[in-house]
């Protein structure tokens, strides 16, 4: 059983390119969530989507940001124009259906990260 | 913002107990306390979580104070691999589910 799978790893965009993060979440996970990372700071949410849903964008920053998650393929994070204080690493979790006993809600999957480098 | 306090830091010898307090004093009723663990930049790990009762798992217990306005991580014996940031979330049930991070609490385990 495959974890969460991110890619790539590492991703180098000149200032003003697009940059693409892919998140394929867990088997029977139908929760996304996207978190950025900047360096020696905590994790911030930014975005959590169920399959074609946005539920919460309130961490995404109003421009140039852009997330998604169909109905068939990976959850996607989009930033365009990119500058350098993109630079960060973005953190994708997933999760099964919450049951409100908790008992069987183990919490996120993190995946392994993007590091996206601006220069 | 998040809910939480934590030390930024401690340090703890290989081989002892390893308790990390978390202060959540304006948790209601219905907000569950989690601990996941960062190490190195890797993504975070899933740790324990728990509503009021004291926990525990193979990696950890957790103790969770009556009024429920503190809690205490446990690892019985810390090993070099545990050192890591640690994170105390409270998360709603009732809401979108999101856990909001905190500064957390840097762990060094020192041989």
């Known amino acids: 059983n495959a974890g969460v799978m991110q890619n790539p790893r590492h991703l180098v965009r000149r200032r003003g390119q697009e940059a693409r993060l892919r998140c394929s979440p867990m088997?029977?996970?139908?929760?996304v969530y996207w978190y950025r990372q900047l360096p020696e700071e905590g994790l911030k949410f930014m975005v959590y989507?169920?399959?074609?849903?946005?539920?919460?964008e309130s961490g995404m920053p109003k421009e140039r940001f852009s997330a998604e998650f169909p109905k068939e393929g990976p959850s996607i994070l989009r930033i365009q124009q990119v500058v350098r204080g993109d630079s960060a690493a973005y953190f994708c979790?997933?999760?099964?259906?919450?049951?409100?006993?908790?008992?069987?809600?183990?919490?996120?999957?993190f995946g392994s990260g993007t590091r996206l480098t601006v220069v | 913002d998040a809910k939480t306090t934590q030390p930024p830091s401690m340090d703890c010898a290989e081989g002892r107990a390893a308790n990390l307090p978390c202060n959540h004093s304006?948790?209601?009723?219905?907000?569950?306390v989690y601990w996941y663990r960062q190490i190195h930049s890797q993504g975070p790990q899933y740790i324990i979580h728990?509503?009021?009762n004291n926990e525990t798992n193979e990696m950890a217990s957790l103790i969770i104070t009556e009024d429920r306005k503190s809690s205490t991580l446990i690892l019985p014996h810390a090993t070099l691999r545990d050192t890591a940031v640690y994170y105390c979330?409270?998360?709603?049930?009732?809401?979108?589910?999101?856990?909001?991070f905190g500064t957390g609490t840097r762990l060094k385990v020192l041989a």
């Open positions: 989507l169920q399959k074609e849903n946005i539920i919460d």
């Open positions: 728990g509503l009021k």
């Open positions: 088997k029977g996970h139908s929760h």
């Open positions: 304006t948790i209601s009723g219905n907000e569950y």
């Open positions: 979330i409270v998360r709603d049930y009732s809401g979108t589910y999101k856990y909001i």
């Open positions: 979790a997933s999760s099964p259906v919450t049951k409100k006993t908790g008992r069987f809600n183990y919490g996120y999957t």
